[in-house]
């Protein structure tokens, strides 16, 4: 697993491409997309970046790890 951090939500495309290189790369990884100040919905946020699971608070981010 690996966790991609931004702090904000302002660019979904530049999220986007970032996951994508990283699925070239490592085919099989699953991708944990942390947006810590994100005023969007995560399921919203998973469906647009690709992201296997989005976290908006640090709770949610381990609770998806474990």
Do not use: E, F
Not at 2 to 23: F, G, K, N
Not at 30 to 45: E, P
Request: hydrophobic share 45%; with cysteine.
């Amino acid at each position: 697993m690996a966790c991609v951090s931004y702090l904000d939500a302002d660019s979904p495309a530049h999220m986007r491409y970032t996951i994508r290189r990283m699925r070239r790369k490592i085919p099989n990884i699953q991708i944990l997309l942390g947006c810590w100040m994100a005023d969007v919905d995560a399921a919203t946020l998973r469906d647009t970046t690709k992201a296997d699971a989005v976290a908006i608070t640090l709770r949610d981010a381990v609770r998806l790890c474990l």
